[in-house]
């Protein structure tokens, strides 16, 4: 099977796919009844929406500084430059670590059905909101399995039957 090609997420792919990004602060979070200890999922998702939140605080940061660059006189352009350099500069490794946590969150196994739901309204949320998909073909599958997973281990948890019957 070939593997599938790493791709960045940028300012600009969010900002193409997306006319208006949501502040971080409605990121949904998972349900407080819930913790990592209980189900991994939930710190896997938290992990992400954090990740997630601060690429956009990071976009935000880069259309600001882009505004004030054109709108700047002469003498304020080199430092509305370096803080626009920097904002930019930073983009490259916030990247890898949310493509690094939607890695993470798609391969976890959920402990519970309350944490497969989780995740499938999660990624749900992401697209609806931001029309963001959180990964490619494989990791879509690699997110339905571990949610297939998480299924047949609750209902043999709750029914007592075999899971590699159902």
């Known amino acids: 099977m070939a593997q599938a090609e790493r791709t960045f997420i940028t ?11 949501v502040p971080a602060a409605n990121m949904p979070l998972p349900s407080p009844a819930h913790t990592a200890s209980a189900d991994p999922i939930f ?13 956009l605080v990071l976009f935000d940061a880069q ?14 352009r080199p430092t509305l430059e370096a803080r626009l350099d920097e904002a930019l ?13 939607s890695q993470r969150l798609v391969s976890t196994i959920p402990a519970t059905l309350s944490g497969a739901a989780a995740v499938l309204r999660y ?16 990791g879509y599958r690699a ?7 998480a299924i047949l281990a609750g209902l ?11």
Do not use: W
Request: aromatic share 4%; charged share 30%; with cysteine.
């Open 156 to 166: 043999e948890r709750a029914q007592g039957v075999d899971s590699n019957v159902v």
């Open 123 to 138: 990624v749900r949320e992401l697209f609806e909101r931001d029309k963001y998909a959180l990964c490619e073909d494989d």
């Open 11 to 21: 300012r600009r792919h969010l900002m193409a796919a997306s006319a208006a990004l």
């Open 43 to 55: 710190a896997a998702i938290d992990a992400h929406a954090r990740a997630y939140a601060e690429l």
């Open 143 to 149: 997110l339905l399995y571990s949610t297939e997973c």
């Open 63 to 76: 259309s600001a500084a882009e505004k004030a660059l054109r709108q700047a006189i002469d003498e304020t």
């Open 89 to 101: 500069a930073a983009e490259g490794p916030l990247g890898l670590i949310e493509i690094d946590t």
